[in-house]
């Protein structure tokens, strides 16, 4: 790899120079709005533990966005404190993690934390990269043309599981040093991850699988893991957020020592070892092949630590976040072969610049341009450069690219809800696949003879007959869902705009369905699915449509409304006022074309 050059004579130091910049800005514009975040939960109580850290859920007493792995501190009302990290968070409760097991009953609490930190730490991994480090990312980034080779043989891949699109994935993965997997949703992205992720360990590769999300990461690891029982050994580092990969804890599990501080927000600080952590998990003595949950932190104990390290530097395959890329300094130098990257359309690209480095023979990002781009605060020139777009922008990918491979057969959703995400946004590419039954589709309700109105609050947009509405749906689609998976809310209301789902937020409570249905911004569902989705679309006299939902084909506009439609399995109902869209939005719109083409179902 070493003395390649590079064909846009690109210069590796300014790259990085910008997307400090680009952090920096964002960093000022956080700062600026909240320095640090002071949220009250309650009725907290244990799920479980998982290398060694106790899991506690709390409920909101209000929705809010939060990144996963951000450190965090909890304020108990005795005044204790304790350090943690948020594993996850849905609408209605957040998931947390701490080395020491807090006291029961829990009650209420603060969860204090400044999101700033993982910048500050992106930052410095980036200022430590070198320009050999670089060269395999700036490809990925599209500065140099990746280079093929023939695969190095060895032991033949099993493919009964894999499809046609997915065996091509894996044959380029392996040809090339870097390759871009383009997987529409429900085409099976994880189960190419770990087909590739099997045949680059069959082939005596070391592979680091990473994703922005805990949730995303646990589904990769877990699909590694059976891939390569009895073959190589499968380490997740961090607090997974998925029941499979944790232990349990009886309800009658009570602290047995005082509260210290075991997590702190400056990784250098030695936290607490809680008794049992560093245990092999449940099974493994049988001989079967669980994934090895590391913990995160540091450990006290210097025996401890050093074992820690070795079982990360000796697993094959090791599955992480990419804020735990910033904030775990060991990991640059565990010694990846390669990287895969999952979900890569919603990754900041200073973050996937960062984790692409680790790698030293192949990167692969698996992902879909047309999904939503990563988020950011600020408005700055280097932040709109660096920190909202994505990869296979960045790369300046086209629909049919010879650098890509396209996953074209889907599992997920029932033919009528793919034929929706077909024609809009995928030019026909797509294919169903077989699936467990054929209940259920796509179907518009029209609110135009009910009146409703839309106005503007905080900054965002409300629909207060429309929220009434979705509530009602959500109620009438709940009688018809059995099963949900992974216990998972069956039924979802997702909306462009936060103050309309703050809305519903609190419709929901008030109808006490807070447990059977989830609410939130089409943003947040990124990366999601559930049964049966609700997809209000708010708009209504007297303002004019957004730019969120107003744009066409390529637009964020189009990505909005892809990732609303393709969040569901088996039942969309799509909320509009039509006879309002239809005087207001111009010809080409995306959102048009929806309406258009589920009238034309109906």
């Given amino acids: 790899m070493g003395g390649r050059s590079r064909e846009s004579g690109v210069g590796w130091e300014e790259l990085i120079a910008e997307m400090c910049g680009a952090l920096e800005e964002e960093l000022a514009a956080m700062r600026a709005s909240e320095a640090a975040r002071r949220i009250p939960v309650h009725s907290g109580h244990p799920i479980g533990r998982a290398g060694g850290d106790w899991l506690y859920t709390f409920a909101l007493a209000y929705p809010v966005a939060l990144p996963d792995d951000v450190p965090l501190r909890i304020d108990l009302p005795s005044g204790e404190t304790c350090m943690g990290q948020l594993v996850a968070a849905s609408s209605f409760e957040v998931t947390v993690s701490s080395g020491s097991q807090l006291p029961s009953p829990l009650g209420s609490a603060y969860l204090v934390m400044d999101a700033s930190f993982i910048l500050e730490q992106l930052i410095q991994r980036l200022c430590d990269l070198d320009e050999e480090r670089c060269e ?98 499968v380490v997740r580092l961090g607090t997974p957020q998925l029941a499979a990969l944790r232990d349990t804890v009886p309800a009658s599990a009570r602290p047995k020592k005082e509260l210290v501080e075991t997590m702190p927000l400056f990784p250098n600080a030695v936290p ?5 952590s560093g245990r092999e998990r449940p099974g493994e003595d049988a001989g079967e092949q669980p994934v090895r949950v590391l913990p995160a932190r540091r450990l006290p104990d210097l025996a401890d630590e ?32 390669a990287v895969l990257l999952d979900e ?41 450069r660096w920190l909202k777009r994505d990869v296979f922008a960045q790369a300046e990918l086209e629909d049919d690219d010879e650098r890509a491979v396209l996953l074209r057969e889907q599992y997920r959703m029932h033919p009528d809800i793919s034929r929706l995400a077909n024609e809009l946004v995928y030019g026909g590419r797509l294919v169903d696949g077989l699936r467990r039954g054929r209940d259920g589709g796509a179907r518009l309700i029209d609110t135009s003879p009910e009146g409703g109105r839309c106005i503007r609050l905080d900054g965002s947009r409300q629909n207060e007959a429309h929220a009434h509405r979705a509530v009602q749906l959500a109620r009438e689609l709940l009688q018809q869902q059995t099963d949900p998976v992974n216990h998972e809310r069956p039924v979802a209301i997702i909306t462009p705009y936060r103050a309309q789902a703050r809305l519903i937020w609190r419709l929901l409570r008030d109808a006490r369905l807070e447990r059977s249905v989830d609410v939130g911004t089409v943003h947040r569902f990124q990366g999601l699915e559930r049964q049966a989705i609700i997809f209000d679309t708010v708009e209504a006299e007297p303002e004019r449509p957004s730019p969120f939902v107003s744009g066409g084909y390529g637009s964020e506009a189009m990505r909005l409304i892809n990732v609303a439609v393709t969040r569901a399995r088996t039942h969309l109902v799509v909320l509009a006022n039509v006879e309002y869209l239809w005087g207001s939005l111009r010809r080409g719109s995306t959102l048009l074309g929806l309406l258009q083409l589920l009238q034309g179902a109906e």
């Avoid at 065996?167 to 590739?196: H, M, Q, S």
């Avoid at 820690?308 to 060991?330: D, I």
């Avoid at 192949?362 to 932040?383: N, R």
């Fill in 306 to 337: 050093a074992q820690r390290l070795r079982t990360l530097r000796q697993a094959m395959v090791v599955g992480t976040t990419l804020s735990r890329v910033a904030l775990a300094p060991e990991l640059a130098v565990s010694g990846f072969d």
């Fill in 344 to 384: 890569a359309s919603a990754a900041p690209l200073p973050a996937v610049f960062t984790a692409a480095a680790l790698a030293r023979r192949k990167i692969v990002v698996l992902g879909d341009p047309k999904q939503l781009p990563p988020v950011a605060v600020s408005a700055g020139p280097l932040a709109r």
């Fill in 136 to 233: 395999l990312p700036l490809t990925l980034f599209g500065f140099d043309s990746p280079i093929s080779a023939a695969s190095s043989g060895g032991p033949q891949l099993p493919d009964e599981e894999a499809n046609e699109f997915q065996l091509a994935a894996i044959e380029a993965a392996l040809e090339r040093d870097v390759t871009y997997v383009w997987g529409p949703p429900g085409t099976g992205k994880t189960t190419a991850l770990a087909l590739i992720g099997e045949a680059l360990v069959r082939r005596g590769l070391r592979v680091l699988a990473v994703a922005s999300t805990n949730v995303a990461v646990d589904n990769a690891v877990l699909a590694l893991s059976q891939r390569l029982a009895g073959v190589a050994s």
């Fill in 272 to 276: 607490a070892l809680s008794p049992a």
